[in-house]
């Protein structure tokens, strides 16, 4: 399977192993951020 795209990807990983610690909210305000900017973006 060819995917020349995913040779160029900055990977952000977000991760503690406490709740309530603002995870999702870092994630989502990172990924519109970046949408933002015009890169394409996948949150899951």
Request: charged share 15%; glycine share 12%; proline share 7%.
């Amino acid at each position: 399977m060819n995917m020349p795209f995913l040779k160029d990807i900055p990977p952000f990983i977000f991760f503690t192993g406490k709740g309530g610690v603002g995870k999702t909210s870092l994630a989502c305000a990172t990924a519109v951020w970046l949408a933002d900017q015009g890169k394409k973006t996948l949150l899951v």
